[in-house]
C-alpha cells in the first residue's frame, strides 16, 4: 500500500543525545516536510524539502538538521535533545507543483519524548 | 504576521449538522484545506477550495470566500466517528502551508 512510513512510532531519550527520526515515501513525490505537533499549538513546520538535494528551514528548525539524497527517503536528526523538543513529530509529502494542489500527505507520526 | 483563527471547541449532537469555521490573513492565498484528525493519529486530508463557494463531498462540505478571508466546514448527519479535531489551513504566496491550532469536535450521543 502506497503511503509515508515513519519509524519509531515513539522514543524515551535522555537530554543530550543524538536521535534520527526516519521518514519514507513511496508515492514519487518531490517535496517532503517534518512537523511538529504540541497541544493548543497545531503543526508547525520544521524543516522542508522541494524536491531531492534541496532544504529549507521552516518556522522552528533550530536543533533540527534534515537531509534529502533521494526522493524517498527524509530523516530528521536531532543532534543533541533536549526537553523542549518532547513532541509529536509528522512527516509528510505532497506533489507540488504547476497543475497540483499541493495536497500534503501524513505518516502516522513519532511520539518522542526527552528527559 | 500571518494567521488563521478557528474555534477551539465545539460540542455536537449525534445526527445533527455542524459548521467548523475558519478565518485567515496570510500573505497570498493558493487553495484551503481542511483535514481531519483523531485523538493520536496523523492528520488526514478531506477537502481543498481555491475558488469562491461551496465544494460537497458525501456528508462534508467546505465553502470558500476569498474576499472574507473565510471558510467553513459542514458536516451533516454527525456520527460518532465524526468526534476529532479538524484543521484548517491555507497555502501562502509561497506555497507555505500555514496551519491553524484546530477545532475539536465533541459528538454526544
Known amino acids: 500500500i502506497a503511503g509515508i512510513t515513519q519509524a519509531p512510532t515513539s522514543q524515551i531519550l535522555a537530554a543530550g543525545r543524538r536521535m534520527t527520526l526516519r521518514c519514507t515515501q513511496d508515492m514519487r513525490h518531490n517535496a517532503m516536510y517534518w512537523y511538529r505537533q504540541d497541544l493548543g499549538l497545531g503543526l508547525r513546520l520544521i524543516h522542508y524539502s522541494n524536491t531531492a538535494g534541496t532544504t529549507g528551514k521552516g518556522e522552528v528548525p533550530d536543533g533540527y538538521s534534515v537531509s534529502r539524497a533521494n526522493t524517498d527517503d527524509f530523516p530528521l536528526t536531532l543532534a543533541s535533545a533536549v526537553p523542549s523538543q518532547t513532541s509529536v513529530y509528522f512527516c509528510?509529502?505532497?506533489?507540488?507543483?504547476?497543475?497540483?494542489?499541493?495536497?500534503?500527505?501524513f505518516g502516522p507520526g513519532t511520539r518522542l519524548t526527552v528527559l | 504576521g500571518q494567521n488563521i483563527d478557528q474555534p477551539t471547541e465545539m460540542t455536537a449532537t449525534e445526527g445533527a449538522i455542524v459548521q467548523i469555521n475558519c478565518t485567515y490573513q496570510t500573505s497570498g492565498f493558493n487553495g484551503l484545506f481542511w483535514y481531519q484528525q483523531h485523538a493520536g493519529e496523523a492528520p488526514t486530508f478531506l477537502s481543498y477550495n481555491v475558488l469562491d463557494g461551496l465544494e460537497e463531498k458525501g456528508r462534508f462540505s467546505s465553502f470558500l470566500s476569498r474576499s472574507k478571508g473565510y471558510s467553513y466546514l459542514l458536516l451533516k448527519e454527525l456520527q460518532m466517528k465524526d468526534s476529532a479535531s479538524y484543521l484548517c489551513?491555507?497555502?501562502?504566496?509561497?506555497?507555505?502551508?500555514?496551519w491553524g491550532a484546530g477545532t475539536k469536535l465533541i459528538i454526544k450521543p
Open positions: 489551513a491555507v497555502l501562502d504566496s509561497n506555497y507555505q502551508l500555514i
Open positions: 509528510a509529502s505532497s506533489d507540488s507543483g504547476a497543475a497540483t494542489t499541493d495536497t500534503q500527505y
